[in-house]
């Protein structure tokens, strides 16, 4: 009988490792999922909404509040990557581009997106060895068990 269990804790413990694969998000990376139940996310939205309205300044003024609630969020350093370079401040997009970079979760796509991002601030600084170099790390982010 001892040996049936143990047989048994193997074959459940083996199946276990068998079944699961390596731990890779299931949703896509967005706003939601990295400030869930933080009001950086209703902050964020006013941004959003101010630079619609073609309001950058109070855009700024909304995702700066917002990072001094969560200052590890790679989405909203994303944000002013996106609107300096909405603003053509290809500099400062690619810094706090490569900001959003250094606090990414694991998401390939998401961190392929950001290295596109980095892409186009340094081809607007002429800068085209930089661009095609980000362009080739957001090609290896998106590469299965390639390190970015």
Known sequence: MQMWMR?????????????????????????????????ALSLLHKAEAARQQGET????????????IAPDSSWLYKSLADLRLFEGDA?????FA?????????YPQYRAELWEMVATARERQGDKAGAD?????AADALAPGQPV
């Open 133 to 137: 170099d980000a362009r080739a790390r």
């Open 7 to 39: 047989l048994l804790v193997i074959g459940v413990l083996l199946s276990g490792c068998a079944v699961r694969g390596p731990d890779m998000p299931t949703e896509p990376m967005t706003a939601g999922v990295e400030l869930d139940g933080s009001p």
């Open 57 to 68: 300044s109070a855009a700024e003024r909304y995702l700066e509040r917002a990072l001094n």
């Open 91 to 95: 500099r400062s997009a690619e810094g």
């Open 98 to 106: 490569l900001k959003a970079l250094r606090l990414a979760p694991d």
